[in-house]
């Protein structure tokens, strides 16, 4: 037990190594350069009458010149009405009807394709969820990401809006995956696809380089587009350029704790790729961020004060350091600190069920919409 204490603490103090180097270059946009190109920002939609009219607002008051396009995607709420309304009142949005979606595609990849390659009208593209509320210097800021890190493609991180237990659980998990496990300094400088991070919920690319490497058409019918878009890009020969979008972008992702696990569970496999990659990390963060809380309350219960109780309470306070940490960059609730055990086995646990519900070929249900089961 003692030696795999020591194992562990190892890991730990590895992953403490790459979130501290991480949070050195994971930083917020600079300020916006002087002279701005114009920006196309493309929102796809679907049943959003709630939240559509305080995206539109927050897209159309950007300091960066250009235009915003609204796809409605065949919704069946008060969504187009509500766009009619504010199209007779923002003068730089555009609302386009959608086409009905075609075998093998994505929703949203459908919606998305048809606003870059057919709709935007401009040399940059920014996709945006329409759950994102966007700063006014939103736009600008990406493209001085995009100057400064020499990337024609970048991508931002949200902060996270969590108002229920449940989404506090798991939705401050991404900001622990991501920088726990994916060293981002390297994004730019190894060319492999995989070693890339991704959010479709703000990204910005040359409108040249999305055309030349298929876009949204090149990765029709995933439900992941953020990441696999920048897979896509990256394998195209593309930089792909990352940063913490938590002052420039708001996001509600889900609403209550069983919207949440369905949201993940639609794609949790996809974003991992393979079995092994699964089984890594299933392996990796159980024994980091579960195995020392299960393991240091028995070794004090059962052999009392010594070596292996020590050296479990080692990887137990780095890992609540690193959730501390992370919790108060990006404006988590604190006490979910605390509830790290339980909240990585709850993601552990989605992931499982969407491999599960892949290999058994399940189909998805999301926006009203069921996609067959891919094995």
Known sequence: ??????????????VAAIVAKNLTVFRRAPAAPGHLPPVSILLPVRNEAEAIE???????????????????????DATPAILARLAGELPRLRVVRGRPLPPGWAGKAWACWQLGAEHARHGWLMFVDCDVRLSPDAAARALAVARTQAAPFVTAFPRQRTLTTGEALVVPLIHLVLLSWLPIWLVRRVALPSLVAGCGQLM?????????????????????????LARRMKATGVAVGVFDGSDVATCRMYVGFSATWR???????????????????????????????????????TTGLGI???????????????????????GAPAWTTL??????????????????????????????????GKG
């Open 263 to 301: 949201g993940f569970t639609r794609n949790a496999y996809e974003a991992l790729g393979s079995p092994p990659a699964l089984a890594t990390m299933v392996v990796l963060n159980g024994a980091l961020f579960v195995l020392p809380f299960v393991a240091l309350p028995w070794t004090l219960a």
């Open 1 to 14: 037990m003692t030696v795999l204490a020591l194992a562990v603490l190892s890991l730990a103090l590895a």
């Open 54 to 76: 305080a995206t539109v607002r927050g897209a159309c008051a950007q300091t960066a010149p250009g235009e915003v396009v609204v796809l409605d995607d065949e919704s069946t």
């Open 308 to 330: 292996a109780t020590a050296a479990w309470a080692g990887p137990a306070a780095i890992a609540l350091a690193i959730r501390a940490t992370l919790a108060h960059r990006f």
């Open 204 to 228: 910005l690319v040359a409108r040249d380089a999305y055309l030349a490497a298929g876009g949204h058409r090149a990765i029709r019918g995933t439900l992941h587009d953020g990441l696999m």
């Open 339 to 372: 509830a790290t055990p339980l909240a990585v086995t709850l993601m552990l646990a989605i992931q499982v069920h969407s491999y599960v519900n892949t290999v058994r070929r399940r189909p998805v249900t999301w926006r009203a919409r069921v996609y067959a």
